[in-house]
């Protein structure tokens, strides 16, 4: 059996992707529809505090395309606040108007094909690290969430390669990455065991074409060339808490 890698891992990670109801919410009379509005803006402004406290994150995006309208994603140090946090949203007056289309499960992991030689105690005290495991999310203007997996083909199997053969191919994908930076904020997330693919990656710019582009270059990588299965993009722009409002209204 090839040799499995071992993750350090970070915050619980849910992103809720809805369609809107827009011709239920046309028919509510003014004062229904500016309840409905303060209700979530206050729901959003409640994860700002939570953010500002370092206590977990979130953000809001509208998303483009017919496969959803917005999306929420949800950082917490527990699956329990998770799951509270996902009730108290189907709890929201605005719930009645939003038809789930799409959610994925996950915790923001590094893993130590990255690592060198350090074990996992040493590697969560390196600060960078510690940013990438518990951050503190920029509100950019763009947001590409996409799940993926890595291939099990015939010959084309990422985990019957050896390990050495697999940091050399993640040491070689990580400099790609590593061009983009301050262009792209990129965040990968494991599901192994906890949802239908085995990764997600969430990536905030301020600049769409980035993502076009880090995702390009990437295709040209061994590492997503010969191995890399990818499910859907989703892409949108970000709504701001005191914008809600203009967005429903």
Same mark, same amino acid.
């Given at each position: 059996?090839?040799? #499995?890698?071992? %993750?350090?891992?970070?915050?619980?990670?849910?992103?809720?992707?809805?369609?809107?109801?827009?011709?239920?919410?046309? =028919?509510?009379?003014? +004062?229904?529809?500016?309840?409905? %509005?303060?209700e979530l803006q206050t729901f959003l402004n409640r994860q700002e505090e939570v953010h500002e406290k370092h206590e977990g994150d979130y953000a809001f995006y509208n998303i483009m395309g017919h496969k959803a309208d917005i999306i929420f994603w949800l950082l917490?140090? %527990?699956?329990?606040?998770? $799951?509270?946090?996902?009730?108290?949203?189907?709890?929201?007056? =605005?719930?009645?108007?939003? $038809? #789930?289309?799409?959610?994925?499960?996950?915790?923001?992991?590094?893993?130590?094909?990255?690592?060198?030689?350090?074990?996992?105690?040493?590697?969560?005290?390196?600060p960078h690290i510690q940013q990438r495991l518990y951050p503190s999310l920029e509100k950019s203007k763009y947001i590409c969430f996409y799940p993926m997996d890595k291939k099990r083909d015939l010959q084309d199997n990422w985990y019957m390669l050896p390990m050495?053969?697999?940091?050399?191919?993640?040491? +070689?994908?990580?400099? $790609?990455?590593?061009?983009?930076?301050?262009? $792209?904020?990129?965040?990968? %997330?494991?599901?192994?065991?906890?949802?239908?693919?085995?990764?997600? =990656?969430?990536?905030?710019?301020?600049?769409?074409?980035?993502?076009?582009?880090?995702?390009?270059?990437?295709?040209? /990588?061994?590492?997503?060339?010969?191995?890399?299965?990818?499910?859907?993009?989703?892409?949108?722009?970000?709504? #701001?808490?005191?914008?809600?409002? /203009?967005?429903?209204?």
């Amino acid at each position: 059996m090839s040799e #499995p890698v071992s %993750t350090i891992d970070g915050w619980y990670s849910l992103h809720l992707l809805y369609s809107v109801d827009w011709a239920g919410l046309r =028919v509510l009379d003014k +004062d229904e529809r500016n309840a409905l %509005t303060e209700e979530l803006q206050t729901f959003l402004n409640r994860q700002e505090e939570v953010h500002e406290k370092h206590e977990g994150d979130y953000a809001f995006y509208n998303i483009m395309g017919h496969k959803a309208d917005i999306i929420f994603w949800l950082l917490r140090p %527990t699956a329990d606040e998770l $799951i509270k946090l996902e009730l108290e949203i189907n709890k929201l007056r =605005v719930a009645d108007y939003l $038809i #789930p289309t799409y959610s994925y499960v996950s915790i923001i992991e590094m893993s130590s094909y990255l690592g060198g030689n350090k074990t996992p105690e040493e590697m969560m005290e390196i600060p960078h690290i510690q940013q990438r495991l518990y951050p503190s999310l920029e509100k950019s203007k763009y947001i590409c969430f996409y799940p993926m997996d890595k291939k099990r083909d015939l010959q084309d199997n990422w985990y019957m390669l050896p390990m050495e053969e697999r940091k050399q191919l993640m040491r +070689d994908h990580g400099m $790609i990455g590593r061009k983009y930076a301050g262009k $792209i904020k990129q965040y990968i %997330t494991g599901s192994q065991g906890l949802d239908k693919y085995e990764w997600a =990656v969430t990536l905030l710019s301020d600049d769409m074409l980035e993502f076009k582009k880090i995702i390009y270059e990437m295709r040209f /990588d061994e590492t997503s060339a010969r191995y890399g299965v990818f499910g859907d993009f989703y892409v949108g722009g970000h709504i #701001p808490n005191d914008a809600v409002a /203009d967005y429903f209204g």
